[in-house]
């Protein structure tokens, strides 16, 4: 079964709309991590928000937010007020364990999902 | 922030050569550094954890002779893709934790291997 679920191949969205990526995930493990990426044509991973599952908030980092749903399993990234270089390629990842030694630190990633955003 | 640099960022190389890939912490120490494989229109997949001073770890199905990972210091940790072949080509991207600053894990800026 796969650990990260991400359903929207590809999602649209207008210029200055929020948006919401949708990211489900899978594990036993009480201590586990949840991450969003961006990655751009270039290539390059932008990390842009984490969510404990320890955590009582959701985490927020300007227009990125994570709307964490423990019980559901779920960790939808939301962009609000989208912008045109906001169009990349996100990726939804999962850290398992707790953080004893560096090795837990590898990540489990989803297949992504391709944001266009219209002007 | 953290910064984690690769080197080079293209690569291409004849069939049957070696091809190095360097990851570098800039200013933190990593102790672990994580080799990632991805393929066009895919995600990424894990290759190996590089662990200072010791043996890497490697994924199931990635051949540790063909994929030689040496961590050689806190800050550089690199990949030798061995006898390159064409199905060697993809675009290889390495991460880093940086212990001071938490839970956030940075990537470098990938390298796109292509050999001919």
């Known amino acids: 079964a796969q650990k990260i679920t991400q359903t929207q191949p590809g999602m649209f969205v207008q210029e200055k709309e929020a948006v919401t990526l949708d990211c489900t995930y899978d594990?036993?493990?009480?201590?586990?991590?949840l991450f969003w990426y961006k990655q751009p044509s270039s290539g390059e991973m932008i990390f842009l928000i984490y969510q404990g599952s320890y955590d009582q908030q959701n985490a927020t980092e300007g227009r990125y937010s994570l709307n964490f749903q423990k019980a559901r399993k779920s960790a939808n990234l939301v962009i609000s007020a989208s912008q045109l270089g906001d169009s990349a390629m996100y990726f939804c990842a999962m850290r398992e364990g707790r953080y004893s030694g560096g090795s837990n630190y590898k990540l489990t990633f989803g297949k992504g999902t391709l944001l266009t955003v219209n002007p | 922030g953290a910064v984690v640099s690769q080197h080079p960022s293209r690569v291409i190389c004849k069939s049957g050569t070696s091809v190095k890939i360097e990851c570098r912490s800039l200013d933190f120490q990593a102790t672990t550094m994580f080799w990632y494989r991805q393929f066009p229109k895919q995600s990424l997949m894990l290759m190996a954890t590089s662990n200072e001073g010791s043996k890497a770890t490697y994924e199931q199905g990635v051949e540790k002779d063909k994929f030689l990972i040496n961590h050689a210091s806190l800050t550089l940790s690199t990949l030798t893709v061995t006898s390159a072949h064409p199905e060697d080509s993809s675009f290889y991207i390495c991460s880093a934790r940086d212990r001071v600053s938490g839970n956030t894990i940075y990537f470098g800026e990938g390298s796109w291997l292509t050999v001919v």
């Open positions: 594990t036993s493990d009480p201590s586990y991590g």
